[in-house]
């Protein structure tokens, strides 16, 4: 495939909270180890277009590769890192406010990969992640890629809020993301 460099930096925000022990289709397979293969399957023709990329996981907060110069190899190796089975609350708004130190660390563009069902756990008194987003959509040069599992309309809706917060942001349903490359 022909790739056109849109950014400059990108982060995987990958979700391994309980939720995403759904099994996906038909299959006998959870969406977490589809998303956890699709990674590796993507990151095998990913061309070194000069990225600085780094994965973290946000149910709870965790670096698993820090930003770096992006290397097929060591992105692979975080990938296999991942925990091996979901679980836990999603702290997506938590998350969101940890992107702050990391944006405010980059130059260029930043392309945001966010999956997530859109279900979360917002303690009182918390920005809600519709409000991080705005906040760090209005504060630096990024775009949200959300790909998005949710299957509830209250779901769906918070999702579409985070995809509305600037003109390069958008959502990709899951099964797009999967069946396309």
Same mark, same amino acid.
Not at 94 to 123: C, E, M, Q, W
């Given at each position: 495939?022909?790739?056109?460099?849109?950014?400059?930096?990108?982060?995987? +925000?990958?979700? /391994?909270?309980?939720? +995403?022990?759904?099994?996906?289709?038909? @299959?006998?397979?959870?969406?977490?180890?589809?998303?956890?293969?699709? =990674?590796?399957?993507?990151?095998?023709?990913?061309?070194?277009?000069?990225?600085? %990329?780094?994965?973290?996981?946000?149910?709870?907060?965790?670096?698993?590769?820090? #930003?770096?110069?992006?290397?097929?190899?060591?992105?692979?190796?975080?990938?296999?890192?991942? *925990?091996?089975? *979901?679980? %836990?609350? @999603?702290?997506?708004?938590?998350?969101? %406010?940890?992107?702050?130190?990391?944006?405010?660390?980059?130059?260029?563009?930043?392309?945001?990969?966010?999956? /997530?069902?859109?279900?979360?756990?917002?303690?009182?008194?918390? +920005?809600? *992640?519709?409000?991080?987003?705005?906040?760090?959509?209005?504060?630096?040069?990024?775009?949200?890629?959300?790909?998005?599992?949710?299957?509830?309309?209250?779901?769906?809706? +918070? =999702?579409?809020? =985070?995809?509305?917060?600037?003109?390069?942001?958008?959502?990709?349903?899951?099964?797009?993301?999967?069946? #396309?490359?």
């Amino acid at each position: 495939p022909l790739f056109i460099k849109k950014a400059d930096n990108f982060i995987i +925000m990958f979700d /391994s909270s309980g939720s +995403m022990n759904k099994k996906y289709k038909e @299959t006998e397979v959870n969406k977490y180890d589809v998303l956890k293969e699709e =990674l590796l399957v993507r990151n095998s023709y990913m061309p070194d277009l000069g990225f600085t %990329g780094g994965i973290y996981l946000y149910t709870p907060w965790k670096e698993v590769m820090p #930003m770096q110069p992006y290397d097929r190899d060591k992105f692979a190796a975080a990938v296999d890192n991942l *925990p091996e089975e *979901p679980y %836990g609350p @999603t702290f997506l708004a938590d998350g969101l %406010g940890n992107l702050d130190a990391i944006l405010a660390g980059l130059t260029g563009r930043t392309a945001v990969f966010l999956f /997530s069902d859109g279900s979360h756990y917002n303690p009182e008194g918390h +920005m809600s *992640p519709q409000e991080r987003v705005r906040e760090l959509s209005a504060k630096f040069d990024v775009c949200f890629t959300i790909i998005s599992s949710a299957e509830t309309d209250e779901e769906k809706q +918070m =999702l579409n809020d =985070l995809a509305a917060a600037n003109e390069c942001s958008r959502i990709v349903p899951f099964d797009a993301y999967i069946e #396309m490359p």
